[in-house]
């Protein structure tokens, strides 16, 4: 059974929204989701060869090792927070069965989507998150939250049924990610100079939940956010764009730049926590979502995190006479203080640093 102290979804709320998926179906949309503060045009799009491309294989396969390749893992979490994956080793079925069966389930009836509706109080399910007000801007998605791992956290009422595929594929689906994640620790490790077992410490009971988005399009996508600014929460999180729509922003050097995401490549970011561990040598980027006018759009976020009563405190190694920049706090009080703002940029980040 989960047990509340070590279920990080259950240290958030929210309040319930309506659905977005039936509100496109409309002429009419409610002011709250209209930002008339943001200009959602990208200054650029990134293309493929400027966003960092890190080749796993070259990392990991002895007959192909590439010491540069190390490096341009680490330059690409310094200087980008970002990089998209190629040759992950995740078999191109698993990928195309885990988007086939989210679009899937996105497809069916609102009331059976509602069945696994998210519970009052709760994040886990259906619906969205980081709501606390009546007056806040509201994003143009609707999402599915649950928890992966570790395994007793997961609460089988949220999973779908239909497809009937779904709980398998998910499943597959996220523990060749953890796998992914795992040997990018190792490799970050080594990038960093960091004891690779304090690393492994910190993670090995790492948790893992997904956010699946659903954009609908909307009519006047240029006046709406798919998904507020913001930096995950969390350590590292791994992206999938469940179909060919692209839409996620990133923001470099105050310019938002649209990612191109390639066929097949994961994107991979640094999240908050893991800003912290590094005493700031990996970034967490803050990014966003925009709406496409006349197509959907569709993603899956795998977000991974120590276990919640791991201390954040920097690898001793990357505290130099500056010393610790950020405040220590266990993953578990940094994960209530993100659940409790709105999405809001780097604000929860912000707030763990010593000096400004
Ligand atoms: O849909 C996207 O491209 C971004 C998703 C994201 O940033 C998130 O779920 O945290
Ligand atoms: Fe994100």
């Not at 970002?82 to 069966?101: A, C, R, S, Y």
């Not at 998910?170 to 953890?178: C, H, N, R, V």
């Not at 893991?274 to 709406?291: D, F, P, Q």
């Amino acid at each position: 059974m989960s047990s509340k102290s070590t279920n990080p979804l259950e240290l958030g709320r929210s309040l319930s929204v309506p659905n977005v998926q039936e509100l496109a179906q409309s002429d009419q949309i409610s002011e709250r989701y209209f930002r008339p503060e943001v200009d959602v045009a990208p200054v650029a799009s990134i293309d493929e060869d400027e966003l960092p491309v890190i080749d796993l294989m070259k990392l990991l396969n002895p007959e192909l090792i590439d010491k540069d390749e190390l490096f341009r893992l680490g330059l690409a979490c310094k200087e980008w927070g970002f990089f998209q994956l190629i040759n992950h080793g995740i078999p191109e079925e698993v990928i195309e069965k885990t988007k086939d069966d989210i679009k899937k389930f996105f497809k069916l009836p609102l009331k059976e989507k509602e069945a696994i509706k998210q519970l009052p109080g709760h994040i886990e399910g259906y619906g969205q998150i980081f709501v606390h007000s009546e007056e806040q801007k509201l994003d143009w998605a609707d999402v599915l939250i649950l928890n992966i791992q570790p395994s007793q956290n997961r609460d089988m009422r949220f999973w779908p049924t239909n497809p009937t595929t779904f709980r398998d594929t998910l499943d597959t689906y996220a523990i060749k990610i953890g796998k992914v994640v795992d040997c990018l620790y190792g490799l970050m490790a080594e990038d960093l100079g960091v004891d690779p077992q304090d690393m492994l410490n910190i993670f090995r009971d790492q948790m893992q939940s997904v956010r699946i988005n659903y954009y609908p399009p909307c009519k006047q996508a240029k006046k709406v956010l798919g998904l507020s600014p913001h930096s995950d929460g969390i350590a590292l999180t791994v992206l999938l764009q469940a179909n060919d729509v692209n839409g996620l922003q990133i923001k470099k050097n105050d310019k938002w730049l649209l990612v191109k995401s390639k066929p097949n490549a994961l994107i991979i970011n640094i999240g908050d926590m893991m800003e912290i561990l590094t005493n700031g040598k990996y970034k967490s980027i803050e990014h966003r979502a925009i709406i496409n006018m006349e197509e959907e759009r569709l993603s899956i976020a795998t977000f991974h995190l120590p276990s919640i009563d791991v201390l954040l405190r920097p690898f001793p190694e990357l505290v130099n006479s500056d010393g610790e920049l950020y405040k220590t706090i266990s993953a578990k009080e940094y994960t209530r203080e993100y659940f409790a703002g709105k999405l809001n940029g780097k604000n929860a980040l912000e707030s763990m640093k010593l000096r400004k």
